[in-house]
């Protein structure tokens, strides 16, 4: 395995592209923008420049980790030399299925592909494909350079060899793998997004403030951020999404999302990426200060 082809030039995409070229992969990073192509170069370098000034990488590292990323707008020859191609585009169903059937037709035969969707079937995904065996889930968490987890989620026929290779080229990364079934939110976000809307829930009924319900359980639970901030990083309209991925997949009530977080979603407030969510983001300010719509 040395030629590993990323698709999405975005948060996932370009901290997934980090990751592989920092441990000596050759990577292909496509886009269809040029422009989100130079603007995830630029993030890299300086997620790169925050490990070299802490010492954990040398500069001749960093430099080193840059020229094994090649850049490309067109799949197709993007794709060409993959051994493993990991789709990190939009969270979108259709969006998904057009890509996975165009990687099929023409990344190699024995490329394995890998989604890093955090919600959508890989099993769906897989049967676009003509060699479903060889499709499964990759799941990093944001930031990719810095959270230690891979979901590694089984499709319904992906195949014991390809969930080996991908756990093992996981731990080539010093990230821990753990191996799950495809279920609606899979584990991550099974668990995590009913609590941040239980989060929404306890503001929306007005039982506590936004800085009071993510002290509680930043300082009571350990969590390194509450669940309103991690929603806010995350992204308002990714949650929501998630959130209805597992109230249609099982039809149960207990997964429906709060009318606030549909209201805020709807009103574009999407959290850190848009500059206002249930906290207020001001560029190279860290401070953390409550949305005025909650005080
Ligand atoms: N690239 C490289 N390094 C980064 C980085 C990045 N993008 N972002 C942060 N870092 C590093 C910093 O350099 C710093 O390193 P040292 O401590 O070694 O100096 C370290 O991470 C901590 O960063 P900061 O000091 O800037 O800030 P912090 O202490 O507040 O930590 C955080 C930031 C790591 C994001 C932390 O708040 C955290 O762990 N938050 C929770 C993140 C989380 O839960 N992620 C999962 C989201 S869910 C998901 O991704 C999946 C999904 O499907 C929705």
């Known amino acids: 395995m040395q030629h590993i082809s990323v698709i999405g030039g975005g948060t996932m995409g370009n901290g997934i592209a980090h990751v592989f070229a920092q441990y ?28 070299v000034a802490k010492g954990s990488l040398t500069e001749a590292e960093k430099e080193a980790t840059l020229q094994r990323i090649q850049l490309f ?19 979108n169903v259709d ?31 897989a049967a676009a494909t003509k060699r479903p065996a060889q499709v499964i889930g990759m799941h ?15 499709g319904y026929a992906t195949s014991d060899a390809v969930t080996a290779t991908i756990m093992d080229l996981s731990r080539r990364l010093e990230k821990t793998p753990v191996e799950v079934n495809d279920y609606p939110g899979f584990v991550a976000n099974r668990i995590l997004m ?28 350990a969590h390194p951020m509450g669940p309103l901030q991690l929603a806010d990083f995350i992204g308002l309209d990714v949650c929501l999404a998630i959130l209805r991925v597992l109230h ?8 429906a999302p709060c009318p606030l977080l549909v209201n805020m979603v709807m009103a574009g407030k ?3 990426k848009k500059g206002e969510g249930f ?17």
């Open 140 to 154: 990093f968490m944001n930031p990719v350079p810095v959270m230690k987890l891979v979901e590694v989620i089984r």
């Open 194 to 221: 009913p609590m941040i809307n239980e989060a929404i829930y306890t503001l929306y009924e007005g039982v506590s403030g936004v800085h009071e319900i993510d002290t509680v359980m930043k300082l009571g639970m």
């Open 279 to 295: 906290y207020v983001y001001t560029p190279g300010s860290k401070e953390l200060v409550v949305s005025p719509s909650f005080k």
């Open 95 to 125: 969006l998904k299925l057009r890509i996975f059937r165009e990687m099929d037709a023409t990344a190699p035969d024995a490329a394995i592909l890998a989604t890093n969707t955090s919600s959508i079937s890989i099993t769906q995904i």
């Open 248 to 255: 249609d997949g099982f039809g149960q009530p207990k997964y």
């Open 270 to 272: 999407l959290g850190a």
């Open 24 to 51: 000596g992969f050759q990577v292909s990073l496509i886009d269809v923008q040029q422009a989100a192509l130079d603007k995830a170069i630029a993030t890299i370098s300086k997620n790169l420049d925050r490990q």
């Open 73 to 91: 707008t067109q799949l197709e020859g993007g794709v060409a030399k993959a051994d493993l191609v990991v789709e990190a585009a939009t969270e």
